[in-house]
């Protein structure tokens, strides 16, 4: 269920600029989140805020230890969207499996 709230949410309140862009420009969302992944942070816990007040509070059921783990699972899932961090973990990837010899073709057990 984290995954179907988690890409409802991740562009939740988007004010139509990128990180970049509130990171050169200083905004408030740039400083609160310290320049890191800011949009992807901001939907992540406006999201969260949101869905867990009262009047939209479907988790009130859940155990504290199920709830955590939500928000966890959802906010990571978000901040994944990040697409500067994905470059740089797919790179981080990439040199690992050269520095062990890992090719990236496939050639179908031959």
């Known amino acids: 269920m984290s995954a179907l709230i988690a890409a409802v949410c991740h562009d939740f309140d988007h004010d139509g600029f990128n990180n970049a862009f509130h990171v050169n420009k200083m905004s408030q969302r740039a400083l609160r989140y310290h320049d890191e ?32 783990m939500f928000r966890k699972r959802m906010t990571g899932m978000i901040l994944a969207t990040d697409m500067a961090v994905h470059v740089k973990q797919l790179n981080q990837v990439k040199n690992r499996c050269e520095t062990r010899g890992i090719s990236a073709s496939l050639n179908n057990g031959h």
Do not use: C, G, M
């Not at 007040?53 to 859940?62: A, Q, T, W």
């Open 37 to 68: 992944s800011v949009q992807e942070n901001y939907h992540a816990a406006e999201s969260i805020s949101l869905l867990l007040s009262p009047k939209n509070n479907f988790l009130e059921n859940v155990t504290k230890d199920e709830l955590k």
